[in-house]
Nanobody, 123 residues
Framework: EVQLAESGGGLVQPGGALTLSCAAS????????MSWLRQAPGKILERIAG????????IYPPSVQGRFTVSRDNDKNRVFLWLNNLKIYDAAVYYC????????????????RRQGTQVTVSS
């Protein structure tokens, strides 16, 4: 069974930074792309980062491009998301998910989402 556990969320002021971590197990981590998604109350689920299985290709939507960075450590079965210059509208529950294939652009398998980690941006 795919197991994903996010951590690292918290309260941060606008303009601040956080690093989220996702520990993965139960599947061949190095063979799959991974994604980060977020969902704010009353809003749709938004995919905000994708990384390929080797970590060499990443993709972001315009809303976070240049502010967020995704990376992975295949030796430790972890994927990370560095959130920089946070805005009020970045507040959400952040989830990691396994992709259905090896590419950064492979579809996220939403069935692998778990509890997520809360990011709150407030002054």
């Amino acid at each position: 069974e795919v197991q994903l556990a996010e951590s690292g969320g918290g309260l941060v002021q606008p303009g601040g930074a956080l690093t989220l971590s996702c520990a993965a197990s139960g599947f061949a981590f190095s063979q799959y792309g991974m994604s980060w998604l977020r969902q704010a109350p009353g809003k749709i689920l938004e995919r905000i980062a994708g990384i390929d299985n080797g970590g060499g290709t990443t993709i972001y939507p315009p809303s976070v491009q240049g502010r967020f960075t995704v990376s992975r450590d295949n030796d430790k079965n972890r994927v990370f998301l560095w959130l920089n210059n946070l805005k009020i509208y970045d507040a959400a529950v952040y989830y990691c998910a396994k992709n259905v294939g090896p590419c950064a652009s492979s579809e996220s398998d939403l069935d692998t989402r778990r509890q997520g980690t809360q990011v709150t941006v407030s002054s």
